[in-house]
């Protein structure tokens, strides 16, 4: 079940949680902090099974038309299960609902890691589209990916 959360120490309860136990994506400690502290005041989904907050998504507005997919995490037991695309449906029927016309989303470009390639077919699986590489936005070592969709 798909819930939003508007209670501050909530959400940077379930977004530590779940970013600490996800280091391989999100093993700079400082911007894992940064992260969970910008998440308080985030649109902030959580997915619950059996009493547990096993999955979450900020969203972030970018410009009047134009949201961001911030940060989002499923724990790991609960990878390839659904969580992560309904987390999606909700934040993108979240934004449409607030009169967004777009969403994006970024990650490291695909074909640098493995961990990050799997991230990349998610998105590309839950509707959005390539639009654009900043090799430099982050550090040479990370490209960003900029995907969009229209919502």
Not at 15 to 21: A, C, F, G, V, W
Not at 92 to 101: C, D, P, Q
Not at 118 to 125: C, L, Q, S
Request: with cysteine; proline share 2%.
């Amino acid at each position: 079940m798909i819930v939003q959360i508007h209670d501050k120490d909530e959400k940077r309860a379930i977004s530590r949680k779940i970013l600490e136990s996800l280091k391989e994506w999100f093993e700079v400690d400082e911007s894992r902090e940064q992260y969970i502290a910008e998440s308080a005041d985030r649109i902030f989904f959580a997915a619950e099974e059996n009493g547990e907050y096993v999955g979450f998504l900020c969203l972030k507005e970018t410009g009047n038309a134009t949201v961001e997919l911030a940060v989002m995490g499923v724990l790991k037991p609960y990878h390839r299960g659904g969580i992560g695309r309904e987390l999606v449906e909700k934040a993108k029927e979240a934004a449409k609902f607030l009169g967004y016309s777009f969403m994006q989303v970024k990650t490291v470009k695909m074909g640098v890691y493995e961990d990050y390639d799997r991230t990349n077919m998610f998105y590309i699986g839950c509707g959005f589209k390539e639009f654009e590489v900043f090799p430099d936005l982050w550090d040479e070592a990370n490209p960003c990916q900029i995907y969009v969709m229209a919502l």
